[in-house]
């Protein structure tokens, strides 16, 4: 929420904004319910970064109904890694998205027992991961869901993406900021190992949790949340 005013005051003070507007602002806490229904606005600095709003919600909600447990759930941008070892110092239970940096072995498994198919739209890939003994958390289960829908459309990134690099490589366009372009001093290429890879994940989306709910209950829980508070 931004003010019309020419100096910040300690509270309303400039900070990021999707808008890109500079003038001071206050930041909006806002927790709810499995169905979305608002449980409690709290405000913060302007300057103060979401990430760091979260834990500070969550626990003065819990104080004023002693709550012995809440289940945090949030998608990955949301999520720093500080806030993730907050949310399990604090013994919560929890729904937390997660980048996927590399092919998870159940869906790589899935595609070369499957050449050439489509992922089941809606298809969940569940993967236990145990706490080592010196880990410092809890057992945790990952679950990777296939949506037909967003692989359509990342598929449709990464082909723009690698025509644009084909061209840079071949110097009929500039060479911009682009993830396919590999370059080894002055040789550029089009990196095809990582094209794979994106083409192998797309349309796969991450969470993980401490076995809250039945994985069923994790998605219609991670979609009303997404419906109120993230893009479509």
């Known amino acids: 929420m931004y003010f019309e005013a020419d100096q910040g005051d300690g509270f309303r003070e400039p900070g990021f904004s999707r808008e890109r ?14 169905d979305g229904f608002p449980l409690m606005v709290s405000a913060f600095e302007g300057n103060r970064a979401e990430t760091k709003t979260m834990l500070p919600v969550i ?6 109904h002693q709550l012995p447990d809440v289940t945090v759930v949030a998608d990955a941008g949301m999520i720093s890694e ?9 013994g919560l239970s929890f729904i937390l998205g997660m980048k ?26 569940v993967q236990p991961w145990p706490a080592g003994p010196s ?9 990777y869901q296939y949506k037909a829908e967003r692989a359509r ?17 071949a110097g009929l366009a500039p060479v911009k900021r682009n993830r396919f372009i590999a370059l080894d001093g002055a040789v550029k290429s089009v990196n095809r ?25 994790v998605f219609r829980l991670v979609g009303a949340v997404r419906g109120l508070v993230l893009p479509a």
């Open 59 to 64: 626990e003065k909600f819990m104080a004023a």
């Open 21 to 34: 507007r500079l003038e001071p602002q206050i930041t909006i806490g806002l927790l709810t319910g499995q």
């Open 153 to 169: 459309r990342t598929l449709r990134g990464i082909d723009e993406q690698v025509a644009k690099a084909a061209k840079a490589v």
């Open 100 to 125: 996927i940096p590399d092919v998870p072995y159940q869906v790589g498994q899935w595609r070369r027992e499957h050449p050439g198919e489509e992922i089941p739209d809606g298809h969940v890939f």
């Open 82 to 90: 500080a806030n993730q070892e907050a949310i399990e110092a604090a």
């Open 135 to 143: 880990s410092g958390r809890r057992d945790q289960r990952i679950y």
């Open 193 to 217: 190992e990582l094209e794979a890879k994106a083409r192998t994940l797309a349309g796969i989306k991450g969470y993980a949790d401490v076995g809250v709910m039945p994985t069923g209950g």
